[in-house]
């Protein structure tokens, strides 16, 4: 069993930054990609940006290529998502994801366990 746990959400006007960390407990040494997922009000939970269990692999969706950066501190069981030049559609509920399998995924069913969510509102 793994716990997840994201922290690090707000309000934030367009154009500012916020760093969401997700902290894993309980077996962590079965983890390996690892990701974070958005979901709005009235939409499907969307992929954002997923990364290898060593970090060197990432990859993002395109409206965020270039403002947001994932990262993990793996000594720390610790995953994190920098983001910067925040716009009003980046509004949503965003969650920590991490498989058990290496492989890194863009969708919801290629993960095994799941965070509660952390709200990210970005005012215009």
């Known amino acids: 069993q793994v716990q997840l746990v994201e922290s690090g959400g707000g309000l934030v006007q367009a154009g500012g930054s916020l760093r969401l960390s997700c902290a894993a407990s309980?077996?962590?040494?079965?983890?390996?990609?690892m990701g974070w997922f958005r979901q709005a009000p009235g939409k499907e939970r969307e992929f954002v940006a997923t990364?290898?269990?060593?970090?060197?692999?990432?990859y993002y969706v395109d409206s965020v290529k270039g403002r947001f950066t994932i990262s993990r501190d793996n000594a720390k069981n610790t995953l994190y998502l920098q983001m910067n030049s925040l716009k009003p559609e980046d509004t949503a509920v965003y969650y920590c994801a991490a498989s058990r399998e290496t492989t890194i995924r863009v969708v919801t069913t290629g993960y095994d366990y799941w965070g509660q969510g952390t709200q990210v509102t970005v005012s215009s």
């Open positions: 990364i290898s269990y060593l970090g060197g692999t990432t």
């Open positions: 309980g077996r962590t040494f079965s983890v390996r990609s």
